[in-house]
């Protein structure tokens, strides 16, 4: 005869029947609920693989067939716990990738801060440098503001007049004195004849020093708009024998040709003789 037996029943007889000397007793009192677990069902399916071989070497030795078929119960365990194993993969796989992209950015997060931290150096540094822009500009500032009330107030001069601050100049004897008064009085009265007249007495002083150049630049700015002063004939002579002196006689010509539109019918013999003298020097036309 042939014995179909599912591991469910032989586990339910062996633990639903106990026998004690030849009787049965059946076992009323109701079991706990089991846990399942991995290692449960790890001890579940060994027992039953047991009980398996058990019956087979029975069976083999009484001539007896056995068929056994898996426990549905246990099958659908064995998924849910396939299942489980899946989704424990895919968490450790998602929790892998999370804590890559955390590693990346936090190191990107320290690049941040480095470059923050350079970003606030550098506003930190321009900072300072505007504000020292800042402080130079309000000094300047302040020095315009000084220069134009001293403008306003008008020129600091030795007697408060040009003709008088000119004469106090011309009487001082030592040159550098002398050319430091002159100074004055063409800074502090420059749009006046005193003003203009104590610009080429400085030339006068530079060209006694040996400075013939200088001594032309000087002449030349105290003719600026050819003035009909006493003396801008006089001075028109002098700029073209510096002129001649410093190897520019094309300047020096010029400057005579001045001399004889606008300032010879006026002049004094001598002058005119010093006129034709330096005409001749400088191979003037």
């Given at each position: 005869?042939?014995?179909?037996?599912?591991a469910?029943?032989?586990?339910?007889?062996a633990?639903?029947?106990t026998?004690?000397g030849?009787?049965?007793?059946?076992?009323?009192?109701?079991?706990?609920?089991?846990?399942?677990?991995?290692?449960?069902?790890?001890?579940?399916?060994?027992?039953?693989?047991r009980?398996?071989?058990?019956?087979?070497?029975?069976?083999?030795?009484?001539?007896?067939?056995?068929?056994?078929?898996?426990?549905p119960?246990?099958?659908?365990?064995?998924?849910?716990?396939?299942?489980m194993?899946?989704?424990?993969?895919?968490?450790e796989?998602?929790?892998?990738?999370?804590?890559?992209?955390?590693e990346?950015?936090?190191?990107?997060l320290?690049?941040?801060?480095?470059?923050?931290?350079?970003?606030?150096q550098?506003?930190?540094?321009?900072?300072?440098?505007?504000?020292?822009?800042?402080?130079?500009?309000?000094?300047?500032?302040?020095?315009?503001?000084?220069?134009?009330?001293?403008?306003?107030?008008?020129?600091?001069?030795?007697?408060g007049?040009?003709?008088s601050?000119l004469?106090?100049?011309?009487?001082?004897t030592e040159p550098?004195?002398?050319?430091?008064?002159?100074?004055a009085v063409?800074?502090?009265?420059p749009?006046?004849?005193?003003?203009?007249?104590?610009v080429?007495?400085?030339?006068?002083?530079?060209?006694a020093g040996?400075d013939?150049?200088?001594?032309?630049?000087?002449?030349?700015t105290?003719?600026?708009?050819?003035?009909t002063?006493?003396?801008?004939?006089?001075?028109?002579l002098?700029?073209a024998r510096?002129?001649n002196?410093?190897?520019?006689n094309?300047?020096?010509?010029?400057?005579?040709?001045?001399?004889?539109?606008?300032?010879?019918?006026t002049?004094?013999p001598?002058?005119?003789?010093i006129?034709?003298?330096?005409?001749?020097?400088?191979?003037?036309?």
């Amino acid at each position: 005869m042939k014995s179909l037996l599912t591991a469910r029943n032989i586990t339910l007889a062996a633990v639903g029947l106990t026998l004690i000397g030849g009787a049965v007793v059946a076992q009323t009192q109701p079991l706990p609920a089991i846990q399942w677990d991995v290692r449960r069902l790890d001890n579940l399916d060994r027992n039953v693989r047991r009980l398996e071989r058990a019956l087979l070497q029975r069976n083999n030795q009484v001539g007896e067939p056995m068929l056994v078929e898996s426990d549905p119960e246990l099958i659908a365990l064995q998924g849910r716990v396939q299942q489980m194993d899946r989704r424990l993969q895919d968490m450790e796989a998602t929790v892998q990738r999370v804590n890559g992209d955390l590693e990346r950015l936090t190191f990107q997060l320290d690049e941040s801060d480095r470059d923050n931290a350079a970003l606030r150096q550098r506003l930190t540094d321009a900072d300072g440098r505007i504000q020292r822009m800042e402080r130079a500009a309000a000094e300047q500032q302040r020095a315009a503001e000084a220069a134009a009330e001293e403008a306003a107030r008008g020129p600091r001069s030795p007697t408060g007049n040009a003709v008088s601050d000119l004469a106090a100049a011309r009487a001082l004897t030592e040159p550098a004195a002398q050319r430091a008064a002159l100074e004055a009085v063409a800074n502090n009265w420059p749009d006046t004849p005193s003003g203009k007249e104590a610009v080429w007495r400085v030339g006068d002083i530079i060209r006694a020093g040996g400075d013939q150049a200088g001594a032309v630049q000087q002449y030349a700015t105290a003719l600026s708009g050819w003035p009909t002063l006493p003396w801008a004939g006089e001075v028109t002579l002098k700029l073209a024998r510096g002129l001649n002196a410093t190897n520019r006689n094309p300047q020096a010509c010029a400057a005579l040709g001045e001399y004889a539109r606008r300032y010879e019918a006026t002049s004094t013999p001598a002058l005119r003789a010093i006129a034709a003298e330096t005409r001749t020097r400088a191979a003037c036309r």
